[in-house]
């Protein structure tokens, strides 16, 4: 046998073994906890033998603790480059068998070289969280890792696509990295997100509440919105992962990749959708069906502020952002979290040349103390700034009610729509036509025999002269009035005429959004 | 309706939700079903801004106290906190005891204004 030949065999022999991680024993563990293993996740995301890993033989060199003696393969995290749909990723994926995946100096600098890589390169990251938290024995140098990732993820976020992924544990300081990102996925009893666990809370408070009521899958996708995408298994979580990178660019001079235009193939006509009662609810993701190509519409934070719906869909093959008000939930009011939800998805879609449909349906502001207290003025603030700042073609479709604060802020003409279109059953007003008429004719309502009988009299005349499309249209707020079974065509027409779009802002270093 | 439709809404019937004097048919959230109710502030009611332990109290019922003076102490995000009456008046009811621990906004004492 050649010496070359020994080599390779010994390298072979050499990969086998780190490969494993943790050893079989700790695998078995991390089976048995429902998960899958670090590498396993990655090789099911990718495209078929797509990976190539970097820093395999990577090690931490600390002496303190007796750590001296204690050799963690790869040092608790996997990373490398592979391919989804043919499209090249960075990946890393954190190895919960090797010292339960906790991070140490050398453990971030392999996640900090791998993010500096698809800056540099300009393609998504995708990171896998499975981790304890800081690797205690390294006192400091942990921190120093986290913060050097944080720094990366602020620096890349509007550059290329970040994608977190928490399946596991992630916990303390290792939340604020998926925080940054752009869209964080869990998993129903696999992931744990928290800033102070179910121990410590427990020891200062007495309360006594499990991992997964304090920040499980469910809490983070429903209650606290730091989650966009919830999933049942890894396997549709991954599923999940690879139809939004289907959905967006790999960084923010491209666009993304157009595929073979399809039709809706929704069954209800789309004039049928919209109760005639202007009160009764309806689900606008019906309207949303009615009009994207394929009727596929991947939503986005479904479980969150339900009252607001965001999402991914394709008109003539080319992604497109939808927004649309849910009448169906909060009868479709603005409040702090839908405004919140509403805001970053709008910038994600500047940030990354996807067109903004929005498709409007809205009483308002949601009222009430609790609102005003968490400071809906600062989170409704967010919407317009989000419209306004961005400069992607920006459509809107008027479907029913858009009454006051509201009609300004679901992109109205005058934050800069490109296109507005209105409904017949559009209903565009300074507010309510019961809450207008109480005002204007007060007088006339109060010092009437019958008081009620002369309020609905008014209340009847304001809405014919003012619940309409055609006030807003004469002043050319509104451009078109339209059926809608001219919709889509309407859509794509619109989208095809801002297809050279240019629009400049003053140049700035930065604009100071409410955050 | 879909199973997704059924788990992100706290109830399953539509309600009369009123926005604006108009009332709309709605479906409610968990978080807007589990909002907290508004109270009005009570200048008298001393109570815990963080959740900690009780290591001292200062003071007993009855007993007269002067705007800024020490009422007990109170461990806390690893700081022995002084709490301190937020006007003058008397000791009306104690509703901790030393050594206990309490969580956030939890009422400890409550001060008469005399």
């Known amino acids: 046998m050649t010496s070359l030949k020994k080599n390779i065999l010994a390298l072979r022999e050499k990969k086998v073994i780190v490969e494993l991680g943790g050893g079989e024993e700790a695998i078995e563990k991390q089976v048995a906890m429902g998960k899958l293993t670090a590498r396993q996740r990655i090789v099911q995301l990718l495209d078929k033998d797509s990976f190539h890993e970097y820093d395999l033989f990577v090690e931490h060199g600390v002496r303190d603790f007796g750590m001296d003696k204690k050799v963690l393969y790869g040092d608790g995290v996997i990373t490398g480059t592979g391919t989804i749909f043919g499209a090249p990723v960075c990946i890393y994926a954190q190895d919960f068998t090797v010292a339960g995946g906790s991070l140490g100096l050398m453990h971030a600098r392999k996640i900090t070289k791998i993010m500096d890589h698809a800056l540099k390169m300009k393609m998504p990251i995708i990171g896998i969280n499975d981790s304890g938290g800081a690797r205690i024995q390294e006192g400091v140098s942990a921190l120093a890792g986290y913060g050097e990732i944080f720094y990366r993820n602020t620096i890349a976020s509007g550059v290329i696509p970040q994608i977190s992924v928490i399946l ?111 009160k009764e609810p309806y689900d606008v993701r019906d309207v949303i069906r009615a009009v994207v190509d394929n009727s596929d519409f991947f939503e986005v934070q479904e479980l969150f502020a339900a009252n607001i719906i965001i999402g991914f869909g394709r008109m003539n093959g080319e992604t497109v952002g939808l927004v649309a008000n849910q009448p169906m939930v909060l009868a479709g009011v603005l409040d ?90 559009a209903e565009i007003a300074v507010m309510g036509p019961e809450g207008a008429a109480n005002i204007i004719f007060r007088k006339e309502i109060m010092e009437a025999e019958d008081p009620n009988k002369v309020r609905q009299e008014k209340v009847k005349e304001y809405i014919e002269k003012f619940a309409n499309p055609y006030v807003a249209a004469s002043k050319g707020y509104i451009d ?12 794509l027409h619109a989208l095809d005429v801002s297809k050279n779009k240019e629009e400049t802002r003053p140049e700035k270093k930065h604009g100071i959004p409410p955050f | 309706m879909d199973k997704q439709n059924e788990n992100q809404n706290g109830n399953q019937e539509f309600v009369d939700f009123i926005v604006t004097a108009r009332k709309y048919k709605t479906k409610l959230t968990n978080k807007y079903l589990a909002r907290q109710k508004w109270e009005q502030f009570n200048p008298g009611y001393v109570k815990s801004f963080l959740p900690g332990t009780v290591i001292k109290l200062k003071v007993k019922p009855k007993q007269k106290v002067k705007e800024g003076e ?23 009811a104690i509703h901790v005891t030393e050594g206990q621990k309490i969580p956030k906004n939890f009422l400890m004492i409550e001060i008469e204004p005399k």
């Open chain 2, 70 to 92: 020490l009422l007990m102490i109170h461990d806390a995000m690893k700081m022995l906190n002084r709490v301190v009456s937020p006007i003058t008046g008397v000791v009306k």
């Open chain 1, 168 to 278: 596991g544990p992630c916990a303390g300081g290792a939340v604020y990295s998926p925080a940054l990102t752009d869209f964080v996925f869990v998993v129903e009893n696999i992931s744990k997100m928290f800033i102070t666990g179910p121990n410590v809370i427990k020891t200062v408070l007495g309360e006594d509440i499990s991992m997964e009521d304090l920040g499980g899958a469910r809490v983070h996708a429903e209650i606290t919105g730091n989650a966009h995408f919830y999933a049942q298994s890894e396997a549709e979580c991954f599923e999940q992962i690879k139809k939004l990178i289907s959905f967006i660019p790999c960084n923010n001079t491209q666009k993304a990749k157009k595929i073979e235009p399809k039709k809706p193939t929704f069954k209800k006509k789309i004039d049928d959708i919209i109760p005639s009662e202007a």
């Open chain 1, 480 to 491: 078109s009035v339209i059926e809608p079974s001219e919709t889509r065509n309407l859509l």
């Open chain 1, 336 to 425: 702090c979290d839908s405004s919140d939800k509403a805001a970053r998805f709008i910038r994600f879609c500047d940030s990354f040349n996807i067109p903004i449909i929005t498709f409007e349906d809205m009483p308002g502001y949601l009222p009430g103390v609790d609102q005003e207290h968490a400071g809906v003025i600062r989170h409704g603030a967010k919407v317009l700034y989000a419209y306004s700042e961005a400069t992607v073609p920006k459509i809107t479709v008027i479907l029913r009610k858009a009454y006051g604060g509201g009609y300004i802020a679901m992109n109205s003409r005058h934050l800069g729509a490109d296109f507005m279109f209105a409904w017949p059953s």
